[in-house]
């Protein structure tokens, strides 16, 4: 597939950063696709996934005008295997729309924000996904586990059991071209981000 632009997908576990990542590249001028984005656009219920959705979830998921995210991200968080059926259901359309946005971009770097990449990668890549590189997104654990009871209203133990169903960040390292500590505040991430940014730049310039 002939392109002229690079391809950086951004992945990481749920709360490491990868939104604030994909803002602060935003403000930087790069364009970002987001995959939830395109799978919450899948969620409506005029799309050919939404049965599909219901019939494997049951009634529950289902909203007004599309599925109930939230309810669906309850279920499948806190089983592998019902996370995985997810998947298994909408990976190849979102994949399908990230090489069409990838394509037909201006931008010299389009960045992908795809959180399972890792863990789907040969998926992914059977459905067509093409890339340059990976930057993992990562944070400690315990600083993850606050950003989810404050964010989702969720326990303690409710945040630890999403955690723990997820790949280790250490287990991600072994897959990711560059790796982005987000363990401080906003200004860190954006120092660290901005200094890969450079020298991914020189590099490329030297490519």
Not at 15 to 36: C, P
Request: aromatic content about 6%; overall charge positive.
């Amino acid at each position: 597939m002939k392109r002229s632009n690079q391809v950086v997908v951004i992945t990481g576990g749920i709360a490491s950063g990868k939104s604030t990542a994909g803002k602060i590249l935003r403000e930087n001028g790069y364009k970002v696709v987001e995959s939830d984005i395109i799978v919450h656009q899948l969620y409506n219920k005029d799309s050919e996934i939404y049965e599909k959705l219901i019939k494997e979830f049951g009634e529950e998921i289902a909203g007004e005008k599309a599925i109930n995210r939230k309810t669906l991200g309850k279920i499948v968080f806190k089983d592998k295997e019902k996370l995985r059926k997810l998947n298994d259901i909408v990976h190849k359309y979102v994949v399908e729309e990230l090489i069409r946005k990838s394509i037909d971009s201006d931008y010299n770097i389009v960045f992908l924000d795809i959180p399972l990449m890792i863990e789907e990668r040969e998926k992914l890549k059977d459905y067509g996904l093409f890339y340059d590189e990976i930057w993992l997104i990562k944070a400690k654990e315990e600083i993850r586990i606050n950003r989810i009871r404050k964010r989702d209203n969720l326990s303690l133990r409710e945040s630890k059991k999403i955690i723990n169903n997820q790949m280790k960040d250490s287990e991600k390292e072994k897959y990711a071209d560059r790796v982005i500590e987000n363990n401080g505040n906003t200004e860190e991430l954006v120092r660290n981000i901005n200094s890969i940014l450079t020298n991914f730049k020189i590099e490329k310039d030297l490519e």
